[in-house]
């Protein structure tokens, strides 16, 4: 796969299905894979040619090459090796932190690994997840504080508990124990001023400042009397 090749070699369609054969054949493979396998294998090259110059591209390959993905799961393809090995290049491939949510994988057009995860997954998810070395409490706790209103709920339930006027600090949420609470405000709720205000419209509640001048105001009325 690695040998020059003619000027224009990999534009003709008939060349990359002849290089696409050959791929299959010297690796043994009874499919043709997708583009992350390909890299990984060594064959970039054919991966790129497929999407720069092969009309319908890996499908359309697939098809030609009578491996198309729905012989693969016909043939027990999703076993549990290969659920793991898809599921780490999409998130090489995506640059991706952590495995993504199914809803995000049906919009990367993922749907038949959504599939194979809830079919033949031990564990399915979280299964998933583990043996990936995540920390599946950790990622509910993430997804959980990524919803406004849990927030929300949260930060009255700390005015509450401690008898506080106004959001605290992120360094005293820290301090009782609510570190993902200021973080969560901070990555994905426009940080603390942001926050304050929009709490502030939401609840009716008055920040110090807008305190602070309703005193200055009544006592400077009080000293003009």
Known sequence: MNKRRPYGYWTDVDNIEKEARNFMNANLLDYFPGATELKKLGAAILARAIYRSYPGKFLAVKRRLGKDSKERKENGFWSVDRIEFEAQ????????????????????????????????????????????????????????YRDFNNVLAEIKTVLEDYNLEDIPSVKFLRSIGKSSLGLAITKYHGGMITFRKLFHEMTGRKSKTDRLEEFLESYIGEQNE
């Open 89 to 144: 290049a999409v998130i090489q491939e995506h640059n991706l932190e952590a495995f993504p949510s199914q809803s995000y994988l049906k919009t990367l057009g993922k749907h038949d690994l959504v599939n194979a995860i809830f079919r033949h997954y031990p564990g399915k998810y979280n299964g998933l997840r583990r043996n990936l070395g995540e920390n599946v409490s950790e990622i509910k706790i993430r997804n959980y």
